[in-house]
């Protein structure tokens, strides 16, 4: 059956990385363009197309072998648009020679990939495997050693950055970093099917394709998933902290947004992290304006109760909430105090609601 034929981990991953380069245009449409924005909207792209004809190789080597002439052909401009994504991440400021110099590089090795693909695969019969090309004639002799080499020069520099950037990611975005070793390991998998692929080919050693093919979906996954986590990742876990964080909050953002006498009003339509900084916002407002009627210090735990119960007073010569809690000296320790003080505030609401249930009983 062709259906069969077709490499479904290549076309599904070809699905992410087109979906990957529309979001990230939509996403950036408002932002300045800069050449990591459009290498890395060209490499997606490029790998999605890439990755389709590699997936529907087979259904198409009949057709002048077609498919293995897109993969070759559009992989010179991958690992060029990898390479300038690597040059705009150790360069602050990209040298014009030093970029001008992998633009041209990944062009003539395109241009060589595409030229010899109708002197060496197009008029051939259908070419599953190209161990198999024998005798092994100059054109293709030319494209396999520039299409292995430009790829296993291409991976080592991405190889290179991503372990080199590791060991600083992991102490301020472990998820970043976990990416970086994703996409690592993807590349030195990727160096190792070309190497004993390219040079199996070129000098004439017979080995088993399909045993060392056989993990290049695992490979281009790593590298996919890992640029997807690169994107999506520090975001994704932000908003889920923000969400918990409102969760912990919820309950002391309502008392004191009911108790205040300013215009403070929940933002629920805004994104999760803007809502929890509102929420500190308008509980600092609301712990530094509402007052209570004690003349000690009192603890989080009786301030929770206070709040809870509404005891508060318009007695301009009553301490705030701010300044009946135990002192703070730092940002930090205010934090801190308003997360313990939101803890209470739970505990409070769970023992009414445990109160009532009793009393209904």
């Known amino acids: 059956m062709m259906v069969d034929k077709v490499n479904w981990i290549f076309i599904a991953l070809a699905g992410v990385s087109l979906f990957l380069a529309v979001e990230r245009t939509v996403r950036l449409k408002d932002q300045r363009e800069t050449v990591n924005h459009q290498a890395m909207s060209v490499a997606l792209l490029t790998l999605g197309v890439a990755a389709t004809a590699y997936g529907t190789m087979t259904l198409t080597a009949s057709f002048f072998n077609f ?3 897109m993969w070759h052909g559009l992989l010179g401009i991958l690992i060029g648009a990898l390479e300038v994504i690597v040059l705009t991440l150790r360069f602050e400021q990209i040298p014009q020679v030093t970029l001008r110099r992998a633009q041209v590089r990944s062009g003539l090795v395109t241009l060589v990939l595409f030229a010899t693909w109708p002197l060496g695969f197009a008029w051939a019969p259908p070419i599953n495997d190209l161990t198999k090309i024998d005798p092994l004639n100059p054109a293709v002799a030319l494209h396999i050693a520039v299409f292995h080499l430009y790829i296993i020069w291409g991976l080592l520099q991405l190889l290179s950055l991503s372990f080199s950037r590791v060991p600083r990611e992991f102490g301020r ?3 970043s970093a976990v990416a970086l070793v994703m996409v690592g390991l993807g590349c030195a998998g990727f160096i190792w099917v070309n190497v004993v692929l390219g040079g199996s080919v070129l000098i004439g050693v017979h080995q088993d394709v399909a045993s060392i093919r056989a993990p290049t979906g695992i490979f281009l996954s790593l590298c996919v998933g890992g640029a997807a986590l690169l994107g999506f990742g520090e975001r994704a876990w932000a908003a889920i902290v923000a ?10 953002w309502e008392v004191s947004v009911h108790l205040s ?3 403070l009003r929940l933002r629920m339509q805004l994104p999760a992290s803007a809502r929890t900084q509102r929420a ?3 509980i600092s407002d609301a712990l530094s304006t ?7 210090q009192l603890s989080v735990k009786e301030v929770a109760a206070l709040l809870i119960r509404s005891e508060t007073t ?3 010569f009553a301490p705030t909430i701010s300044q009946a809690l135990p002192p703070r000296s730092t940002r930090l320790e205010d934090l801190h105090m308003i997360h313990a003080l939101a803890k209470e505030c739970r505990k409070g609401k769970q023992r009414s609601f445990s ?7």
């Open 67 to 69: 498919g293995l002439a």
């Open 173 to 175: 975005r472990p998820i």
């Open 261 to 263: 006498s300013s215009e």
């Open 280 to 282: 500190y916002i308008e």
């Open 355 to 361: 109160s009532s249930l009793h009393g209904g009983s």
């Open 290 to 296: 509402l007052r209570v009627d004690t003349e000690r």
């Open 314 to 316: 318009e007695d301009r």
């Open 243 to 252: 969400r918990y964080r409102l969760w912990q909050l919820g309950r002391l």
